[in-house]
């Protein structure tokens, strides 16, 4: 079946460093990509996406780009803000199924 | 226009006790979903309808059950709440399509003593 592997966590990053999430996918399809992010006491909302090979998404500084050769859709921004504390989590989109499959959630600390 | 909206936000059960969680989506979307997020372990599908008229399981669906009420409604039922269905549960909704993401409600923190 679909699988989603994500970077382990917590990752602890200072103020404006340049973060990296790593995340590679297993699929039996050809999957849309998402990458979501959940702040304390809320649902998960989508941060941004990517629906075809070589697609880049983007969104509040965050970018991710689909990698066919590769499996991967590693989330990436180039300075971090205090604001930017969450738990982000990877996604595909299953193409035969009306569902989708998560990666466990990587928690990232932002320190002033 | 409210998105994804779930009832209750907080609850505590008895072991044995039943309850039934309500979820709503006024975004005319065909598939909608229930999970559970406990520490350390992700989002776990419990069960989803991918359109209005069918339910199908997640990977975790012992001890639920749900019903498509109509196109807007998605419930979750537990029937003998056991100490293990402590979790927070999620509600969440998809129009039909893999290129379209998941809208998620604000989640249900159930207790079961």
């Known amino acids: 079946g679909d699988s989603v592997t994500q970077m382990e966590g917590p990752v602890t990053l200072s103020e404006e460093a340049f973060l990296t999430i790593n995340c590679t996918y297993t699929a039996t399809g050809y999957p849309s990509l998402f990458w979501y992010v959940q702040y304390p006491g809320e649902g998960l909302q989508l941060l941004l996406k990517?629906?075809?090979?070589?697609d880049k998404g983007s969104n509040k500084g965050f970018e991710a780009t689909y990698r066919k050769e590769t499996t991967s859709f590693h989330l990436e921004k180039g300075s971090v803000q205090v604001s930017d504390s969450a738990v982000y989590f990877c996604?595909?989109?299953?193409?035969?199924?009306?569902?989708?499959?998560f990666g466990d959630g990587t928690t990232l600390t932002v320190k002033p | 226009n409210a998105g994804v909206t779930q009832t209750p936000k907080f609850q505590v059960l008895k072991t044995g006790q039943s309850m039934t969680l309500q979820c709503a989506q006024d975004?005319?979307?065909?598939?909608m979903y229930w999970y559970r997020q406990d520490p350390g372990m992700g989002l776990r599908l419990i069960y989803y309808?991918?359109?209005?008229?069918?339910?199908d399981k997640g990977e975790v669906p012992n001890g639920y059950n749900v019903s498509r009420l109509n196109k807007r409604e998605f419930s979750l039922r537990l029937e003998s709440a056991a100490p293990s269905q402590t979790s927070v549960y999620f509600c969440a909704s998809r129009a039909w399509g893999r290129d379209y993401e998941q809208y998620f409600g604000p989640g249900t923190r159930l207790t079961v003593t």
């Open positions: 309808s991918a359109s209005e008229g069918t339910t």
């Open positions: 975004m005319n979307h065909n598939s």
């Open positions: 996604a595909l989109s299953d193409p035969n199924a009306g569902k989708s499959t």
């Open positions: 990517a629906t075809k090979a070589d």
